[in-house]
């Protein structure tokens, strides 16, 4: 899978998202606004610390409930820069802190967040496979990761129209071309509820539930726990 996805490393991303800051809210921003609301509504009936991944110019900040507890990270500094002074600016005391940081290599504890949430950011990032087994990684047992993206068609007018926007992908700073098998790679996230979002169904959102892997397996007879690797199946 991963061989199938276009090539874009980090330099490739913090330069296309210096060319996207300065306009970003006003243009992909705003076409983004409903999956991030229905991802926004659903962490405001949790709670405790919420890891935002991919933060931008944290246009989400100001709708989250002000009990809850947000971290956000992002690899581009010039969207930082952005989602800092709209932190200042609105005074929004529950935002706990605003950090650079590779989604895909997090300078944060196993198990740290009661929920974590990466918007519009699975198709952005290098290696979408590694950033998810670290969403996964920094996510407390029985909370949730949520993941709001656009996933590709393999066929029709909007498969052909993703084919032939993925050769701009490193000028767009995202993946055209993403199917949903890419993030579906950790044994620990149970997918709970897929929502297509408008505008026309073009972004979902994947709620996954982190279960203890040692715990959800149920433990059969004898002989079949010979025959597994792990002595364990999953239930
Ligand atoms: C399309 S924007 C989405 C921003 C925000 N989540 C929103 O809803 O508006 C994608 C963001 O992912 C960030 N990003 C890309 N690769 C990253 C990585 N490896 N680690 C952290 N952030 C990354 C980009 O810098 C950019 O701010």
Redesign the pocket.
């Known amino acids: 899978m991963a061989d199938k996805l276009l090539k874009m490393d980090?330099e490739d991303?913090?330069r296309a998202?210096a060319r996207?800051a300065p306009v970003?809210d006003k243009t992909?921003?705003k076409v983004?606004d409903a999956?991030?609301m229905a991802a926004v509504e659903c962490i405001n009936q949790f709670d405790g610390s919420v890891l935002?991944?991919?933060?931008?110019?944290g246009?989400?900040l100001p709708h989250y409930k002000t009990s809850l507890e947000i971290t956000g990270?992002?690899?581009?500094v010039d969207?930082l820069d952005i989602a800092r002074k709209r932190v200042k600016d609105q005074k929004l005391c529950h935002v706990a802190a605003i950090e650079e940081?590779?989604?895909?290599d997090m300078a944060i504890e196993d198990n740290a967040f009661e929920t974590v949430v990466?918007?519009?950011?699975m198709t952005?990032?290098?290696d979408p496979m590694q950033?998810m087994k670290e969403l996964a990684r920094v996510c407390k047992v029985g909370g949730e990761v949520i993941v709001?993206n656009h996933f590709s068609q393999k066929h029709g007018l909007r498969g052909l129209a993703e084919k032939a926007m993925a050769r701009f992908g490193d000028k767009l700073?995202?993946r055209p071309e993403f199917p949903v098998e890419t993030i579906l790679v950790c044994d620990d996230l149970q997918v709970i509820e897929t929502v297509s979002l408008r505008p026309f169904g073009l972004f979902t959102m994947m709620r996954f539930k982190k279960v203890d892997l040692a715990k959800s397996n149920v433990i059969c007879d004898e002989d079949e726990v010979k025959n597994t690797k792990a002595g364990l199946r999953v239930a």
């Not at 935002?52 to 110019?57: I, K």
């Not at 990270?73 to 581009?76: A, E, P, V």
């Not at 940081?101 to 895909?104: E, F, H, Q, R, V």
């Open positions: 980090d991303v913090k998202y996207w970003y992909f921003g983004a999956g991030r935002e991944v991919g933060v931008g110019t246009m989400s990270i992002d690899l581009s969207m940081m590779d989604a895909g990466a918007m519009y950011v952005v990032v290098p950033v709001v700073g995202w």
